[in-house]
């Protein structure tokens, strides 16, 4: 691992903050798919309290009100960790507000501009509704070829500069609502999306891809778990209709 030791460390940035949502669950469904293949892993938590580590493995953030996506954004500018860890190719995966954290600037609903971390190609202005519900997606993101599904609940809208591609084609739902029926953004191996879930607990396809990032492998033991799939069908059905 990027320590040199064989655990895999895994980052939950700022659950103190951007916990609202529960995408702390990512940062669980990764501990669990590692331990299940016999791989060592814990989860470092990271709170206001501390700096962020640029050494972790893989990193996760989730989503936030406005008020609390402004604290993070300032201790993560404060503390450049997951910045630096990107550039070295750490996997980081950003839910909701922490995608809005991660681009150039956000607005608030009350209209403030909040300067962001600038690790992805996009900026976020309030929208006159917000999306509330189910989002169903087509990844377009090489790697991933099943279905990806989870909830919306935001009112940020996202357009993608040039140097961040879209994670996927929205089926239902809404997911960045600018630029077109996109979710998400990809730069390097930092990944967006609005899907909470969470995202990975709904989503093995995309945990195991992760991983792999992660464990610089290209190949994981399989896990079947048919109740996730037969949970996935339902949802993605219901969502559809
Ligand atoms: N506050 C942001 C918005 O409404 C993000 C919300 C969220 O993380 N679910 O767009």
Avoid at 43 to 66: F, R
Avoid at 80 to 102: F, S, Y
Avoid at 225 to 234: C, G, K, M, S, V
Wanted: proline share 6%; net charge negative; hydrophobic share 35%.
């Amino acid at each position: 691992m990027a320590d040199g030791t064989s655990t895999l460390r895994i980052g939950l940035v700022l659950p103190d903050v951007m916990g609202t949502y529960g995408d702390g669950g990512n940062a669980l469904v990764l501990r669990q798919r590692a331990r299940m293949r016999g791989i060592d892993a814990e989860i470092i938590e990271i709170t206001l309290d501390d700096p962020v580590p640029d050494s972790l493995d893989v990193y996760t953030l989730g989503g936030a009100e406005d008020y609390a996506q402004r604290l993070a954004t300032r201790h993560l500018l404060r503390y450049p960790g997951l910045q630096k860890a990107a550039e070295r190719g750490a996997p980081v995966l950003a839910i909701c507000a922490a995608i809005q954290v991660l681009g150039h600037w956000y607005e608030t609903s009350a209209g403030d501009r909040v300067e962001g971390i600038s690790m992805l190609d996009l900026t976020t202005t309030p929208q006159g509704v917000r999306s509330i519900g189910e989002l169903v997606t087509n990844p377009t993101l090489p790697g991933l070829t099943q279905q990806l599904t989870g909830f919306e609940n935001h009112r940020g809208g996202t357009t993608l500069g040039t140097e961040s591609t879209p994670l996927a084609r929205v089926v239902a739902g809404d997911g960045n609502r600018e630029g077109g029926r996109i979710d998400g953004a990809v730069t390097g191996s930092v990944i967006g999306t609005y899907l909470h879930g969470p995202a990975l607990a709904r989503n093995p396809e995309l945990a195991d891809h992760l991983l792999k990032q992660a464990l610089g492998t290209d190949e994981l033991a399989p896990l079947p778990l048919p109740e996730i799939d037969q949970l996935r069908r339902e949802r993605i059905t219901a969502a559809k209709r």
